[in-house]
Each structure stands twice: as structure tokens, then as C-alpha cells.
């Protein structure tokens, strides 16, 4: 059986987000620059969305 890992020790400390009124050129910048497919949309830290590009 695999020891456990904590989530802080596989997640990253600092969250990539968009804000929800960036426009769609602003987050598809933001995930090519940090090589991610997944973004949140916050609105004052609350989470609104999650957006996930299509490969």
C-alpha cells in the first residue's frame, strides 16, 4: 500500500485564477504561461467557475 501523502505536499501553494472580468484573451494567456488547462473565475476570492480548455 502507497504511504499517504497530505494534499499540501501534491497541491500547489500558490492557485493560478481569472477574474470574472477578464476577458477570454487575459485567461487563455494565463493558462499558456502557466502550462495549465484548468482556471478558476473568482469574484473577491469566492469561486464563481472553473474553466478547462479542450484539447
Do not use: F, G
Amino acid at each position: 500500500m502507497k504511504k499517504r501523502e497530505s494534499i499540501s505536499h501534491i497541491m500547489t501553494k500558490t492557485v493560478v485564477t481569472a477574474n470574472e472580468k477578464d476577458d477570454l484573451k487575459k485567461v487563455v494567456e494565463k493558462l499558456k504561461a502557466h502550462a495549465i488547462r484548468h482556471i478558476p473565475i473568482v469574484k473577491v476570492k469566492k469561486l464563481l467557475e472553473l474553466l478547462a480548455e479542450r484539447i
